[in-house]
């Protein structure tokens, strides 16, 4: 049964129209905007499928809904609890995800209420927003600064009433996280440059670009490292309980990024024979997903092949150091290294964007600017008690 408030009305997300009508509300809500950027419609499905979400068969329960007025879609929503994680907060915490509304006040309280007894419901104290049913690197929080810019694959983009509407629901600040950018153009700083240079000749360290002949071992060490380099800092940051990257994630990951990963952005760093540091970028794919309104049907296949060499900016997904190895330079190793390699083997690449780094990790953020990396964009995460 629908929920009612005002003129507006509350439905489950259950039908092929309604899913239609939850990905057609953005469509309508940005048509004509010269920054938007959709996210790929199946990469948004995929957090919904049972089949090809893990967070499902850990416990976890998603539900989706749309906001309806006179029988239009003006609103939509994403509700959500993973106990693996939400256990870690006290009091505990669930999320709301996926937000997108008509600039009407009344929307967002309805949106925000109804998430509210959905989670009182469920016996949660709380929920975060916006966050993912999932990943933790991809559709989390609303876009409060860098509006001038298209937002880089995996983030999303919002109107610039989207903060007030939602500051309006009365929540916490939860964290901001910044989007940093480095034009390619730009020299590298010269001291980091020659630390690199002498860490490269020391006989226990080598660098090199991710093998795509090899995708799986290469996929298998990045993830060793990414699990113990997050391990306590994810924690401490967001005060969440760390349950790292999976085998079943990474071989999907593998999958769906192998036909445009770009071997010389992803340098791999090791120690005396041991992985220990790592890059992982990607061509911005959201440049193809503006040309294709989100969809990719087997015949806009054909767009992929050859588009690292046409990309305009490109995105870091992942980066990282084994505890263990800290304190040596490898983070501006496998950085300098990659920025090369990319001058060298894609000079199409203007413009890298990326870090998602809480404004808390001031750690990885002063590495980043230490870089010449500058922040682009500031997307902020809210709490709500129930």
Request: one cysteine or more.
């Amino acid at each position: 049964m629908p929920k009612y408030r005002m003129s507006l009305q509350v439905y489950k997300v259950e039908t092929k129209d309604q899913v239609d009508a939850f990905h057609a509300l953005p469509q309508r809500l940005y048509k004509n905007h010269h920054w938007y950027r959709p996210p790929f419609r199946f990469e948004v499905e995929n957090v919904f499928d049972r089949k090809k979400n893990e967070r499902f068969e850990k416990g976890g329960e998603c539900e989706r809904f749309l906001v309806m007025r006179e029988g239009e879609a003006v609103g939509r929503f994403a509700v959500f609890i993973d106990p693996e994680k939400d256990e870690s907060y006290d009091p505990k915490l669930g999320g709301i995800g996926f937000i997108e509304m008509e600039d009407d006040p009344e929307i967002s309280i309805v949106i925000i209420d109804f998430a509210k007894n959905w989670h009182r419901d469920r016996g949660y104290a709380g929920f975060r927003g916006p966050v993912n049913f999932g990943e933790n690197d991809t559709f989390w929080g609303i876009l409060i600064d860098g509006f001038e810019d298209h937002n880089v694959y995996g983030m999303l983009y919002h109107h610039n009433y989207y903060e007030n509407l939602i500051e309006e629901t009365g929540p916490e600040k939860f964290d901001d996280l910044y989007m940093y950018q480095l034009d390619m153009k730009q020299p590298l700083p010269p001291r980091l440059v020659k630390i690199t240079e002498r860490l490269k000749s020391r006989e226990n360290i080598e660098v090199r670009p991710i093998d795509k002949k090899n995708l799986s071992r290469d996929g298998e060490l990045v993830r060793q490292i990414y699990n113990r380099a997050f391990h306590d800092q994810v924690i401490k940051e967001r005060e969440e309980e760390f349950i790292g990257i999976s085998r079943e994630t990474i071989r999907q990951m593998v999958k769906k990024l192998k036909p445009v990963l770009m071997p010389e952005t992803s340098p791999i760093a090791f120690v005396k024979g041991e992985p220990a540091s790592f890059l992982v970028s990607v061509p911005d794919l959201h440049e193809i997903s503006a040309q294709t309104n989100g969809r990719l049907h087997w015949w806009q296949l054909y767009k992929l092949i050859g588009f690292e060499k046409r990309a305009r900016k490109f995105r870091p997904l992942a980066f990282g150091t084994d505890p263990r190895f800290r304190g040596r330079g490898l983070e501006a190793l496998v950085f300098i290294e990659g920025f090369k390699w990319t001058k060298k083997y894609y000079p199409n690449l203007k413009v890298l964007e990326g870090g998602f780094v809480s404004e808390k990790n001031w750690i990885m953020r002063r590495s980043l600017e230490a870089l010449g990396c500058e922040i682009a964009k500031t997307y902020r995460v809210y709490k709500w008690m129930v």
